[in-house]
């Protein structure tokens, strides 16, 4: 540890949820629910899984390091440049190259209160300076995150919806915002759950690039179009921006089967209708069963729901977790009250509400 760079110290490495199967060892059942990690629950697509299984013979050479073939399609779709897109092994991995790009130790970097959690521990991993603005009712609070940015602001991520509380920000309040960010600041917008919000109500985020080189909107094909175990995600901003990433950007970062499926997801307009509309006939019926039982929620626009006990939520995790229904403590984001439940299947979610039903009694 004395070895690392400054900053390291202080970090911990993410805690993902443990593997069903170990969990399922150490509790002593089988046929667990696991709603803990927003993924799809659907499982893989029809059209995702052929473009895999043609994809194999060509496995030993190497990925297309530019991903030209997705780049294609994301621009057709999204009505962007291909050299406005750059492609990542998971959204994630480019979070973090936007830091190793732009975030210098010493600089810092706004986010809210009770948002996703690798924005903290990028900011700490790479020596910068966390600005870390009060929410306002669970999500972000734009007008104070405004207000925090100073000469020293390198980058201000907003995650919208958010992760883990599910808020969603007006376009109203997110342009008034982006009009009021410096040009020398950098703009995250982390729009993951994005496929889940309803069309009418989906912000022009690609139309503002055009208004703000300064926006970087990022995206992902890990929860609705349901390739979270390939690892592909992507950022869409100015050409010059992307060019300069492009510069630290590993070759090969995607894979060919993750390429390979990502393109075919883009293509599937039914698993992609069919997912969204489960979650939200499955999320009005956890509201429903809430209300029912008087329990408090933070109305969401992802695929999970976070539910707030108002009191120590581990017992009743670890309550759950005997009933073999697994979902998510966020008491490492500042919420120990809170759990957040990832939307399954019709027939997972009955079993979380009867678990819950029992366990609170
Ligand atoms: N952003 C947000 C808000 C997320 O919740 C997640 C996944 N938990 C990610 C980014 C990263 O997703 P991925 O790396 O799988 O694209």
Same mark, same amino acid.
């Given at each position: 540890?004395?070895?690392?760079?400054?900053?390291? $110290?202080?970090?911990? %490495?993410?805690?993902?949820?443990?593997?069903?199967?170990?969990?399922?060892?150490?509790?002593?059942?089988?046929?667990?629910?696991?709603?803990?990690?927003? $993924?799809? %629950?659907?499982?893989?697509? *029809?059209k995702?899984?052929?473009?895999?299984?043609?994809?194999? *013979?060509?496995?030993? =050479?190497?990925?297309d390091?530019n991903g030209f073939a997705l780049k294609t399609k994301l621009s057709e779709k999204l009505g962007v440049n291909t050299n406005q897109l750059i492609l990542g092994?998971?959204s994630? /991995?480019l979070?973090?190259?936007?830091?190793?790009? +732009?975030?210098?130790?010493?600089?810092?970097?706004? +986010?809210?209160?009770?948002? !996703?959690?690798?924005?903290?521990?990028?900011?700490?991993?790479?020596?910068?300076? &966390?600005? /870390? #603005?009060?929410?306002? @009712?669970?999500?972000? @609070?734009?007008?104070?995150?405004?207000?925090?940015?100073?000469?020293?602001?390198?980058?201000?991520?907003i995650?919208n919806p958010?992760?883990?509380?599910?808020? !969603?920000l007006?376009q109203a309040?997110l342009s008034? !915002?982006l009009a009021?960010?410096?040009?020398?600041?950098l703009v995250v917008l982390d729009e993951a759950y994005t496929e889940y919000v309803a069309d009418d109500e989906r912000h022009p985020s690609i139309d503002w690039l055009a208004q703000y080189p300064n926006l970087i909107v990022s995206r992902t094909f890990?929860k609705a179009y349901?390739l &979270?175990?390939?690892?592909v995600g992507y950022m869409v901003a100015h050409p010059e921006l992307i060019g300069v990433l492009n510069?630290?950007?590993?070759? +090969?970062?995607c894979?060919?089967?993750?390429l390979?499926?990502a393109e075919a997801a883009l293509g599937d307009e039914a698993y992609l209708s /069919?997912a969204v509309?489960?979650?939200?006939?499955?999320?009005? =019926?956890? /509201?429903? !069963?809430?209300?029912?039982?008087?329990?408090?929620?933070?109305?969401?626009?992802?695929?999970?729901?976070?539910? @707030?006990?108002? =009191? @120590?939520?581990?017992? #009743?995790?670890?309550?759950?977790?005997?009933?073999?229904?697994?979902?998510?403590?966020? &008491?490492?984001?500042?919420? %120990?009250?809170?759990?957040?439940?990832?939307?399954?299947?019709?027939?997972?979610?009955?079993?979380?509400?009867?678990?819950?039903?029992?366990?609170?009694?």
């Amino acid at each position: 540890l004395a070895l690392a760079n400054a900053g390291v $110290e202080k970090l911990h %490495p993410y805690q993902p949820g443990k593997p069903v199967e170990e969990l399922e060892r150490e509790l002593g059942i089988s046929n667990s629910v696991k709603l803990a990690s927003n $993924e799809n %629950p659907m499982g893989l697509g *029809p059209k995702a899984k052929a473009a895999i299984e043609q994809a194999l *013979p060509e496995l030993a =050479r190497y990925p297309d390091a530019n991903g030209f073939a997705l780049k294609t399609k994301l621009s057709e779709k999204l009505g962007v440049n291909t050299n406005q897109l750059i492609l990542g092994n998971g959204s994630n /991995e480019l979070i973090d190259l936007i830091y190793h790009t +732009f975030v210098s130790p010493g600089q810092q970097v706004v +986010f809210s209160q009770y948002t !996703f959690i690798v924005y903290a521990m990028a900011t700490q991993a790479h020596g910068a300076e &966390a600005i /870390e #603005v009060p929410a306002k @009712d669970f999500g972000h @609070d734009l007008d104070a995150m405004a207000a925090a940015i100073t000469d020293q602001t390198k980058l201000v991520c907003i995650t919208n919806p958010n992760n883990p509380t599910g808020t !969603f920000l007006s376009q109203a309040e997110l342009s008034a !915002f982006l009009a009021r960010v410096p040009e020398r600041v950098l703009v995250v917008l982390d729009e993951a759950y994005t496929e889940y919000v309803a069309d009418d109500e989906r912000h022009p985020s690609i139309d503002w690039l055009a208004q703000y080189p300064n926006l970087i909107v990022s995206r992902t094909f890990s929860k609705a179009y349901g390739l &979270a175990g390939l690892r592909v995600g992507y950022m869409v901003a100015h050409p010059e921006l992307i060019g300069v990433l492009n510069r630290v950007r590993e070759p +090969f970062n995607c894979n060919s089967l993750a390429l390979a499926a990502a393109e075919a997801a883009l293509g599937d307009e039914a698993y992609l209708s /069919e997912a969204v509309t489960l979650n939200r006939r499955e999320m009005a =019926r956890y /509201e429903a !069963f809430f209300q029912q039982q008087g329990l408090h929620y933070v109305p969401s626009r992802a695929n999970f729901i976070t539910l @707030d006990l108002q =009191r @120590d939520a581990a017992p #009743v995790y670890e309550a759950l977790l005997r009933e073999g229904v697994i979902v998510r403590p966020i &008491a490492g984001y500042g919420l %120990p009250t809170c759990l957040r439940i990832s939307i399954g299947l019709e027939q997972e979610n009955q079993r979380c509400m009867d678990a819950l039903a029992k366990v609170l009694g």
